[in-house]
């Protein structure tokens, strides 16, 4: 059973800091990374998403991926309440470029 | 542009009935998805159509559940009949066919819950 593993919080964290989110996976051959995020009763949106080792900047998000250590990391800078959502991570897993399995998701709280 | 679709948004049934879910992909999608996600549990994939053939049914829980794709446009998902377990919200997603990152679109979600 391939899995994705993620804390579920609730990870609180004062506006302006920087909220850093983990997320492990079972999958050694996993190709793609994805960070979704969701706020309460709405879609998961896809924010960010990174392939090969090291870091990716968008903005205020910056994704890190360490193939070796099967890690994947979501640090997001300057925190806003805004950002206050779930923060869903998927890997497609070794073949299968379509396919996301999802870990069970990050609460992020951002206290104004 | 409009975004993957999704009716009804809740949809509340008694065991051993019927429902379908429907899910309208954005235009010119060819890939589209199901997944659900159960209470306490992270969101699964179901099932995979490109346009209208069936790619990937891997996901599917059992033969109650029938996704079909006519058309290769929208898409229902039906449980017929419906168990307990089958509680949980509905998702679709939809992304284009020559997308490098396969991004994703995900619809609102169908809420299902069955008494």
Redesign the interface.
């Known amino acids: 059973q391939k899995e994705?593993e993620q804390n579920s919080g609730p990870l609180s964290v004062p506006e302006g800091a920087i909220a850093s989110l983990n997320c492990t996976y079972s999958d050694r051959g996993s190709q793609?990374f994805f960070w979704?995020r969701q706020y309460s009763?709405?879609?998961?949106?896809?924010i960010m998403?990174i392939?090969s080792n090291g870091d990716k900047e968008d903005g205020r998000f910056t994704a890190q991926l360490n193939k070796a250590s099967q890690y994947v990391s979501l640090l997001i800078r300057d925190s806003q309440p805004s950002d206050s959502a779930t923060y869903?991570c998927?890997v497609?897993p070794q073949g299968?470029?379509?396919?996301?399995?999802?870990?069970?998701?990050t609460l992020l709280t951002v206290n104004p | 542009e409009a975004?993957?679709t999704q009716f009804p948004s809740h949809s509340v049934i008694e065991k051993g009935q019927t429902v379908t879910l429907r899910c309208d992909p954005i235009s010119g999608h060819d890939?589209l998805?199901w997944?659900r996600r159960v209470m306490g549990?992270?969101?699964?994939?179901l099932l995979?159509f490109v346009k209208e053939s069936k790619?990937?049914e891997s996901?599917m829980p059992n033969n109650r559940f029938l996704a079909e794709r006519t058309g290769g446009t929208y898409s229902t998902l039906k449980v017929q009949p419906a168990e307990l377990e089958d509680s949980g919200v509905y998702?679709c997603a939809s992304?284009r066919m020559d997308s490098n990152?396969?991004?994703?679109?995900?619809?609102?979600?169908t809420r299902l819950t069955v008494l």
Request: net charge neutral; aromatic share 22%; charged share 20%.
């Open positions: 994705v793609s979704y009763g709405k879609s998961p949106e896809l998403f392939y869903l998927a497609s299968s470029n379509y396919k996301l399995t999802f870990g069970k998701g | 975004g993957v890939n998805y997944y549990k992270e969101i699964k994939f995979h790619q990937d996901g998702f992304s990152n396969d991004e994703q679109f995900f619809g609102p979600g």
